[in-house]
């Protein structure tokens, strides 16, 4: 089945000890995107690629950074992660076609971040 | 911030009953979304509806939008124990260009067997 897959689900990393989140897709969307999401929050959006255009949000910090080497893969490193980077970090993909604002979400599971 | 928010934030009912959640935005929408969360989980879409619809209904799921209150229902009939999950509203401006998808603040629904 077409999905989108996080790996891994569980991480656990040291305080400042970098860390690379993965996510890939076997969509074929041409858009996708990072969101942070801590405990009973609303999903927020990092950052998301379209196509190989890279959108940083104005708000996300500098300790995050993305990469998306080919349409299937994108990754997520956080170079020195801080004990408030501890959450849920959710991949997601969508079809973006020119006049088409359609922009329906495809996520991940999720990786589930601890930070000690 | 927040595009929408929406309530109540927690929703707790009995097995068969219905469910009601809303949400209210604050800017013009092209369309407006439902994501379901189980817990640990990440977002499944449930159900779109566009800014010139005013209802919508998949299933036991029926989905209402006031453009002029700037506000949506999301309602699920005859709930089970299943639909226990978080229900997040989302919104896709009106503007040309990408359209970023802004997420509410979510209800949380229990529904005790």
């Known amino acids: 089945d077409a999905m989108v897959i996080q790996n891994p689900r569980y991480q656990v990393t040291q305080f400042g000890k970098p860390v690379t989140l993965s996510c890939s897709q076997t969509?074929?969307?041409?858009?996708m995107y990072w969101y942070q999401q801590k405990s009973s929050q609303a999903p927020k959006l990092l950052f998301h690629?379209?196509?190989?255009?890279?959108?940083n949000e104005a708000d996300t910090p500098d300790n995050f950074q993305s990469r998306r080497p080919n349409t299937s893969f994108c990754f997520l490193d956080i170079r020195s992660p801080g004990l408030g980077d501890a959450a849920m970090y959710l991949c997601?993909?969508?079809?973006?076609?020119?006049?088409?604002?359609?922009?329906?979400?495809?996520f991940g599971a999720g990786t589930r971040l601890s930070v000690l | 911030s927040q595009q929408g928010e929406e309530d109540p934030q927690a929703l707790s009912i009995q097995e068969g009953e219905n469910a009601t959640m809303n949400c209210s935005y604050k800017?013009?929408?092209?369309?407006l979304q439902w994501y379901r969360q189980n817990s640990g989980r990440g977002l499944v879409h449930l159900i779109l509806?566009?800014?010139?619809?005013r209802e919508k209904h998949s299933g036991r799921l029926r989905v209402t939008l006031d453009t002029s209150k700037k506000s949506s229902s999301l309602l699920i009939t005859a709930s089970r124990a299943a639909d226990t999950a978080s229900y997040f509203c989302?919104?896709?401006?009106?503007?040309?260009?990408?359209?970023?998808?802004?997420f509410g603040t979510g209800t949380k629904l229990q529904v005790i067997p």
């Open positions: 997601a993909t969508s079809v973006q076609l020119a006049g088409v604002p359609k922009n329906i979400q495809y």
């Open positions: 969509l074929n969307h041409n858009v």
């Open positions: 690629y379209y196509d190989k255009d890279f959108n």
């Open positions: 800017t013009s929408i092209n369309n």
């Open positions: 509806i566009r800014s010139n619809e």
């Open positions: 989302a919104t896709v401006p009106h503007t040309g260009g990408y359209q970023k998808v802004t």
